[in-house]
């Protein structure tokens, strides 16, 4: 799972905003609006797109887990049969009397 997604992607807006910011000379308070405001949109996006890479990685380990279920069954599956197949010789042959040798 995905952690701190949101937080890195408003992190890395509010630098760059920052940054542009300072090179383009905005007064502080014009700034600081800004800044609030692209926080906020990018905090709301990072929760999005969080939310959907969680699905994600929820729905592949679903399918593994179900791969690796399908996977033990057919070997029990196989150690199945082959128990079958080992009585099923054993039952054919009957153990020889003493009498019956000579």
Do not use: H, W
């Amino acid at each position: 799972m995905v952690r701190n997604l949101r937080i890195i992607i408003m992190l890395i807006a509010g630098i760059i905003v920052c940054i542009l910011g300072l090179m383009n000379r905005y007064d502080i308070k014009t700034l600081t609006i800004t800044m609030i405001i692209v926080l906020a949109i990018f905090f709301i996006l990072g929760s999005i797109i969080q939310k959907i890479i969680n699905r994600l990685y929820a729905q592949v380990d679903k399918r593994e887990k179900e791969k690796k279920l399908n996977e033990l069954n057919k070997n029990l599956e196989e150690i199945d049969n082959k128990d079958d197949d080992n009585e099923e010789i054993e039952d054919d042959n009957e153990p020889v009397e003493d009498d019956k040798i000579d």
